[in-house]
């Protein structure tokens, strides 16, 4: 009796293995849908999006799961699979109503302004206000500068207390480089909402074209600390190194290394991350380690002006005059 009990044993001790492993299986997609959606919000993006693959591989008509792929999708930077996402939970019985202002934010990300205009010039799905603040937008990003401002000016009128319009009036006037009215405008964004990420980047811009680096700085920890949901990721990453750029011409390099951590935590790999690294090293006069981090950052960003120029640089201080030419 006792192989058999152990077996039994054996048995028993297996089969609570595999429901442990395996009760992942019986998730719910609502529950899978709910987890997305908090790793979403929390910046946990590969997370996120299995929670999201396996719900609809249970459900693939589930539109709830279909329009928060799309938001993911938009939030990481692929806007090709956020209209993909969009279309498909449309076609599967998504409310448009429902995704007037989103369907507009995802056509912006593929910068089909021109469309925009031409849609909004008819849509009646959304307030006055934020129809004229979309459309000032997309006025704005195709270089219709005075006609930008003007309507995203009908807009603020509308409404006077809206952050975001009072940050896309900021935009333009920034554009046109009237300075002194987009912090005002930038100013006023930021009094209504003190968390609006874009807005404390605009400002960081202004400050950034006046040689304030340290203004620049805080404006970019503020960016930040907003929440990884109120950025993009390719916004994050891009504050992330516009605050090593910004302790780099300070002469902080010990902070710039800190902060260059955490942007190759956010963005291992990728062009910003050795070009950030690129620009320490040079700061720190390590000219072999920049040039290495230089040409891999050209590898993946081979047309990267600001790279060339700089690999150029470095390559002079090490005296290959020739090579530096050539770049």
Same mark, same amino acid.
């Given at each position: 009796?006792?192989?058999?009990?152990?077996?039994?044993?054996?048995?028993?001790?297996?089969?609570?293995?595999?429901?442990?492993?395996?009760?992942?299986?019986?998730?719910?997609?609502?529950?899978?849908?709910?987890?997305?959606?908090?790793?979403?919000?929390?910046?946990?993006?590969? +997370?996120?999006?299995?929670?999201?693959?396996?719900?609809?591989?249970?459900?693939?008509?589930?539109?709830?799961?279909?329009?928060?792929?799309?938001?993911?999708?938009?939030?990481?930077?692929?806007?090709?699979?956020?209209?993909?996402?969009?279309?498909?939970?449309?076609?599967?019985?998504?409310?448009?109503?429902?995704?007037?202002?989103?369907?507009?934010?995802?056509? %912006?990300?593929?910068?089909?302004?021109?469309?925009?205009?031409?849609?909004?010039? &008819?849509? +009646?799905?959304? $307030?006055?206000?934020?129809?004229?603040?979309? @459309?000032?937008?997309?006025?704005?990003?195709?270089?219709?500068?005075?006609?930008?401002? %003007?309507?995203? $000016?009908?807009?603020?009128?509308?409404?006077?207390?809206?952050?975001?319009?009072?940050?896309?009036?900021?935009?333009?006037?920034?554009?046109?480089?009237?300075?002194?009215?987009?912090?005002?405008?930038?100013?006023?964004?930021?009094? !209504?909402?003190?968390?609006?990420?874009?807005?404390?980047?605009?400002?960081?811009?202004?400050?950034?074209? @006046?040689?304030?680096?340290?203004?620049?700085?805080?404006?970019? &920890?503020?960016?930040?600390?907003?929440?990884?949901?109120?950025? $993009?990721?390719?916004?994050?990453?891009?504050?992330?190194?516009?605050?090593?750029?910004?302790?780099?011409?300070?002469?902080?390099?010990?902070?710039?290394? @800190? @902060?260059?951590?955490?942007?190759?935590?956010?963005?291992?790999?990728?062009?910003?991350?050795?070009?950030?690294?690129?620009?320490?090293? +040079?700061?720190?006069?390590?000219?072999?380690?920049?040039?290495?981090? !230089?040409?891999?950052?050209?590898?993946?960003?081979?047309?990267?002006?600001? +790279?060339?120029?700089?690999?150029? $640089?470095?390559?002079?201080?090490?005296?290959?005059?020739?090579?530096?030419?050539?770049?």
């Amino acid at each position: 009796t006792r192989p058999r009990s152990r077996a039994l044993r054996g048995a028993a001790v297996l089969g609570l293995l595999l429901a442990v492993a395996g009760c992942d299986a019986f998730t719910s997609p609502e529950a899978r849908i709910a987890r997305a959606e908090t790793q979403l919000a929390a910046g946990d993006y590969a +997370t996120a999006m299995r929670e999201l693959k396996l719900a609809l591989e249970s459900e693939p008509g589930n539109t709830e799961a279909r329009l928060l792929l799309a938001r993911l999708s938009l939030q990481i930077g692929d806007s090709e699979t956020a209209q993909k996402e969009l279309d498909r939970a449309l076609e599967a019985g998504l409310d448009p109503q429902q995704v007037v202002e989103f369907r507009y934010e995802v056509l %912006a990300a593929r910068d089909a302004f021109e469309r925009i205009v031409s849609e909004l010039d &008819r849509e +009646t799905g959304l $307030t006055e206000a934020r129809r004229l603040s979309l @459309r000032g937008r997309a006025l704005t990003a195709l270089g219709r500068l005075a006609e930008g401002e %003007a309507t995203l $000016t009908a807009a603020a009128e509308v409404a006077p207390d809206d952050a975001w319009v009072a940050q896309e009036l900021a935009r333009n006037l920034l554009r046109q480089q009237r300075d002194a009215e987009a912090e005002m405008a930038v100013e006023r964004a930021l009094q !209504l909402d003190s968390r609006a990420a874009r807005a404390w980047l605009l400002k960081a811009a202004l400050q950034l074209r @006046r040689a304030d680096h340290s203004g620049a700085a805080a404006s970019f &920890r503020s960016a930040l600390e907003a929440g990884p949901a109120a950025l $993009t990721y390719p916004e994050q990453v891009g504050a992330e190194a516009g605050l090593v750029d910004a302790h780099i011409q300070l002469g902080e390099l010990e902070e710039a290394a @800190r @902060r260059l951590a955490a942007l190759r935590q956010r963005a291992p790999g990728t062009a910003v991350s050795h070009y950030a690294a690129g620009r320490l090293l +040079t700061a720190q006069g390590d000219f072999a380690a920049a040039q290495n981090e !230089l040409r891999q950052a050209l590898v993946l960003a081979p047309g990267h002006v600001p +790279t060339r120029l700089l690999l150029a $640089t470095v390559l002079m201080s090490q005296g290959q005059v020739e090579q530096a030419k050539a770049e």
